[in-house]
């Protein structure tokens, strides 16, 4: 069963930096655009960064020159460097698995890990 796992959230203080990790297993991860949503309270999720296999990227205009998405393809991992964090980017980060030419609704997610940043 296709699975997701995050790791690395936190509390942080406004300027500081967090990296988010997220290992997966049991998909053929080149296959995968790997991506990076967040949701604030009473907000909807939203796609923060994410890279298709290729290498190939794609950022949230408020996340440009702060966030940096990578990937590991023999590892079946994906990073999400943040830096200059603010408080609004306070939120629960989630993980996002998507097989090109699959059906959204069928992607894989991870349970979220919470990131607070302080003023």
């Known amino acids: 069963q296709e699975r997701v796992v995050e790791s690395g959230g936190g509390l942080v203080q406004a300027g500081g930096s967090l990296r988010l990790s997220c290992a997966a297993s049991?998909?053929?991860?080149?296959?995968?655009?790997m991506g990076w949503y967040r949701q604030a309270p009473g907000k909807q999720r939203e796609l923060v960064a994410e890279?298709?296999?290729?290498?190939?990227?794609n950022y949230a205009d408020s996340v440009k020159g702060r966030f940096t998405i990578s990937r590991d393809n023999a590892k079946s991992t994906v990073s999400l460097q943040m830096i200059d964090l603010k408080p609004e980017d306070t939120a629960v980060y989630y993980c996002?698995?998507?097989?090109?030419?699959?059906?959204?609704?069928?992607?894989?997610w991870g349970q979220g890990t919470q990131v607070t940043v302080s003023a």
């Open positions: 996002n698995a998507h097989r090109i030419y699959r059906d959204p609704q069928w992607d894989t």
């Open positions: 049991e998909i053929t991860f080149s296959l995968y655009t």
């Open positions: 890279m298709r296999g290729d290498g190939t990227t």
